[in-house]
Protein backbone atom coordinates (compact mmCIF):
# COMPACT_ATOMS: atom_id res chain seq x y z
CA UNK A 1 0.00 0.00 0.00
CA UNK A 2 1.06 3.47 -0.82
CA UNK A 3 0.65 6.97 -0.16
CA UNK A 4 2.17 10.03 -1.52
CA UNK A 5 1.96 13.70 -0.10
CA UNK A 6 -1.70 12.35 1.77
CA UNK A 7 -0.88 12.64 5.45
CA UNK A 8 0.00 16.03 5.80
CA UNK A 9 -3.25 16.87 4.42
CA UNK A 10 -5.27 14.74 6.99
CA UNK A 11 -6.01 16.33 10.59
CA UNK A 12 -4.29 14.50 13.12
CA UNK A 13 -7.56 12.15 14.28
CA UNK A 14 -8.65 11.28 10.42
CA UNK A 15 -4.37 10.69 10.50
CA UNK A 16 -4.94 8.17 13.42
CA UNK A 17 -8.04 6.78 11.87
CA UNK A 18 -6.60 6.38 7.88
CA UNK A 19 -3.41 4.79 9.81
CA UNK A 20 -5.65 1.94 11.48
CA UNK A 21 -7.26 1.01 8.30
CA UNK A 22 -4.11 0.66 6.01
CA UNK A 23 -3.04 -1.20 8.97
CA UNK A 24 -6.42 -3.36 8.80
CA UNK A 25 -6.09 -4.06 5.00
CA UNK A 26 -2.78 -5.16 4.89
CA UNK A 27 -1.92 -8.99 4.39
CA UNK A 28 0.29 -10.35 6.54
CA UNK A 29 3.91 -9.31 5.64
CA UNK A 30 2.57 -6.66 3.97
CA UNK A 31 3.80 -3.56 3.42
CA UNK A 32 3.07 0.59 3.72
CA UNK A 33 4.96 2.96 2.28
CA UNK A 34 4.23 6.80 3.23
CA UNK A 35 6.07 9.56 1.32
CA UNK A 36 5.49 13.08 3.25
CA UNK A 37 7.32 16.85 3.76
CA UNK A 38 9.35 16.12 7.00
CA UNK A 39 8.78 19.13 9.83
CA UNK A 40 12.17 19.66 10.58
CA UNK A 41 12.65 21.04 7.30
CA UNK A 42 9.23 22.68 7.14
CA UNK A 43 6.73 24.26 6.58
CA UNK A 44 6.37 22.98 3.19
CA UNK A 45 2.72 24.92 2.17
CA UNK A 46 2.03 28.34 1.62
CA UNK A 47 2.88 29.28 5.54
CA UNK A 48 6.52 29.05 4.87
CA UNK A 49 6.15 32.68 3.96
CA UNK A 50 4.95 33.54 7.29
CA UNK A 51 5.41 31.11 10.34
CA UNK A 52 8.06 28.51 11.15
CA UNK A 53 5.37 25.42 11.33
CA UNK A 54 2.80 24.64 9.05
CA UNK A 55 -0.64 26.36 9.20
CA UNK A 56 -1.99 26.33 5.35
CA UNK A 57 -3.10 23.64 3.50
CA UNK A 58 -0.85 21.22 5.41
CA UNK A 59 -2.94 20.07 9.02
CA UNK A 60 0.23 18.43 10.22
CA UNK A 61 3.10 17.94 8.95
CA UNK A 62 5.69 15.08 10.67
CA UNK A 63 8.86 14.54 12.11
CA UNK A 64 10.37 10.61 11.58
CA UNK A 65 10.32 9.90 15.07
CA UNK A 66 6.26 11.28 15.16
CA UNK A 67 5.31 9.07 12.16
CA UNK A 68 7.14 6.34 13.58
CA UNK A 69 5.22 6.15 16.94
CA UNK A 70 2.28 6.52 15.11
CA UNK A 71 3.23 3.61 12.81
CA UNK A 72 4.32 1.76 15.71
CA UNK A 73 1.04 2.60 17.71
CA UNK A 74 -1.17 1.01 14.78
CA UNK A 75 0.57 -2.04 15.12
CA UNK A 76 3.27 -1.42 11.94
CA UNK A 77 6.55 -2.22 14.21
CA UNK A 78 8.98 -3.33 11.62
CA UNK A 79 9.88 0.01 9.71
CA UNK A 80 12.84 1.19 7.16
CA UNK A 81 13.20 4.56 5.92
CA UNK A 82 14.45 4.77 2.33
CA UNK A 83 16.84 7.17 1.03
CA UNK A 84 17.88 8.23 -2.07
CA UNK A 85 17.16 10.08 -5.19
CA UNK A 86 15.39 7.61 -7.44
CA UNK A 87 18.29 6.65 -9.59
CA UNK A 88 20.70 5.07 -6.33
CA UNK A 89 18.24 4.14 -2.92
CA UNK A 90 18.85 2.51 0.41
CA UNK A 91 16.61 1.13 2.69
CA UNK A 92 17.79 0.97 6.07
CA UNK A 93 16.08 0.91 9.63
CA UNK A 94 13.51 4.00 10.75
CA UNK A 95 16.07 4.28 13.63
CA UNK A 96 19.08 5.44 11.40
CA UNK A 97 16.43 7.84 9.86
CA UNK A 98 15.42 9.76 13.26
CA UNK A 99 18.98 9.82 14.46
CA UNK A 100 20.33 11.60 11.39
CA UNK A 101 17.05 13.44 11.40
CA UNK A 102 18.02 14.51 15.24
CA UNK A 103 21.28 15.55 14.20
CA UNK A 104 20.40 17.25 10.97
CA UNK A 105 17.67 19.54 13.73
CA UNK A 106 20.77 20.35 15.93
CA UNK A 107 22.39 21.99 12.75
CA UNK A 108 19.31 23.75 11.58
CA UNK A 109 18.48 25.13 15.00
CA UNK A 110 21.73 27.33 14.80
CA UNK A 111 21.33 28.46 11.47
CA UNK A 112 18.14 30.64 10.00
CA UNK A 113 16.09 29.29 7.65
CA UNK A 114 17.53 26.18 6.61
CA UNK A 115 14.18 24.72 4.68
CA UNK A 116 15.17 26.83 1.73
CA UNK A 117 18.01 24.18 0.51
CA UNK A 118 15.81 22.45 -1.94
CA UNK A 119 18.34 19.15 -2.14
CA UNK A 120 17.94 19.31 1.97
CA UNK A 121 13.95 19.66 2.22
CA UNK A 122 14.44 16.67 -0.24
CA UNK A 123 16.69 14.33 1.43
CA UNK A 124 15.43 14.90 4.65
CA UNK A 125 11.55 14.50 2.88
CA UNK A 126 10.10 11.30 4.91
CA UNK A 127 9.80 7.90 2.73
CA UNK A 128 8.66 5.54 5.70
CA UNK A 129 7.71 2.11 5.20
CA UNK A 130 5.96 0.24 7.84
CA UNK A 131 5.53 -3.70 7.40
CA UNK A 132 2.77 -5.83 8.55
Same mark, same amino acid.
Given at each position: M???? /???? /???D?A #?R? /??? #?? %???S? +??????I?? !???T?????? @???? !???C =????K????RE /?? &???????? $???? #??? =? *? =??V !? @?L #????? +?????????? @?? %? &??? $???? *?? @?? $??L? +?I??L =???
Amino acid at each position: MFSDQ /LMEH /LHPDDA #VRQ /LSE #VY %RVLSP +GGAYYCITP !NAVTGPHDIS @VYFD !NVAC =GFHLKEYSYRE /LS &RAFTGIGL $RKQA #VLF =G *N =GAV !N @VL #VPAKI +GIMLEMIMQG @VW %R &RRS $RPTT *NS @VL $RHLM +GIRLL =GYK
